[in-house]
């Protein structure tokens, strides 16, 4: 498969903080992210065997790197007789990706089981009981919208810290709060964007794992990205010292740039940061 991809880019398989992350992403080619800890595909730029099977699709705008794959997973989900897959795309491209599935049913005189599923900054899709998608407002060129995961908790309130079992299932049963929710930030991933993600968006610094888009490395590219809204290592290298992420995988770099062009170039990148920093590479 890898020898459709540019020399030394391909399928990638990290584990990064403790969440395994796999796929291939290379700026206008092909993105997809297996999140296999959280059942969920983040993005598809086509439909490769080992993502059917994923049921929840996370798509954060409707650029054919991202999308492309949708009306080929949907059909080839038909065919292996799957339950509906829900597909999350922003509200704003949901009725262009509607008609499209539409019209894709109508070429092959079958009807798929997706649901499209519009989405907005600050909705919020329970994935499991301990695990909830909340919607982040995305910055792009078309419309976008970014991804964050997060673990549920309910804790014991602290004031009943230290009572036994039956008072606590007293109180509960009264109908008094005995715990109360706290959520801790698995995962980021704003989509393609250019830097003005990082005011509009600041949840991206305190996720455990920010997932971000570094699709330009050079001085040459500065221009380039920001015309087409992505972000270039400067704009990391200008809020080093924001990230609190445990680690910052830096991916969807375009493919004018080798691997070892990109390892060179990320060198730039300052400790207490550059240990934290994982590129998305074979
Ligand atoms: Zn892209
Ligand atoms: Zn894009």
């Known amino acids: 498969m890898s020898h459709d991809y540019p020399p030394g ?11 395994p992350i796999e796929g291939v992403s290379i700026a206008g080619h092909e993105s997809f992210y297996k999140l296999p800890g959280f059942r969920t595909l983040l ?3 086509r439909a490769p ?3 059917l099977g994923f049921s929840t699709v996370c798509v954060s705008h409707g650029h054919l790197d991202h999308i492309a794959g949708l009306a080929h997973f949907a059909s080839r989900r038909r065919l292996q007789g799957l339950p509906t897959a829900r597909i999350l795309v922003p509200a704003e491209a949901a009725p262009d990706a509607t008609e499209w599935l539409r019209a894709c049913e109508r070429l092959e005189r079958i009807e798929y089981d997706v649901e499209i599923v519009p989405v907005s900054p600050g909705d919020r899709v329970r994935l499991r009981n301990d695990l ?5 407002p995305g910055r792009h060129r078309v419309p976008t919208v970014g991804f964050l995961f997060s673990e549920v908790r309910q804790k014991l309130l602290p004031e009943l810290a230290g009572k036994g079992g039956r008072e606590i299932a007293a109180l509960r049963e009264s109908g008094a709060p005995v715990t109360r929710r706290e959520e801790i930030p698995l995962l980021a991933y704003p989509g393609d964007c250019g830097d003005e993600i990082f005011d509009a968006c600041p949840e991206l610094f305190r ?3 920010l997932l971000l888009e570094c699709s330009f490395l050079l001085p040459e590219d500065r221009d380039r990205a920001r015309e087409y809204a992505h972000i270039h290592l400067d704009d990391v290298l200008a809020r080093a010292d924001r990230f609190e ?5 830096l991916t969807h770099f375009s493919q004018r740039y080798d691997p070892d062009e990109i390892r060179r170039a990320l060198r730039a990148i300052p ?12």
């Open 207 to 209: 996720a455990r794992v």
């Open 132 to 136: 909830e998608l909340a919607i982040l």
């Open 43 to 45: 993005e598809f730029g």
């Open 271 to 282: 400790e207490p940061l550059a240990e934290r920093i994982m590129p998305f590479l074979p």
């Open 245 to 249: 992420n445990e680690a910052v995988v």
């Open 49 to 51: 065997e080992d993502v």
């Open 9 to 19: 880019r391909g399928r990638v398989s990290l584990e990064a903080a403790g969440i």
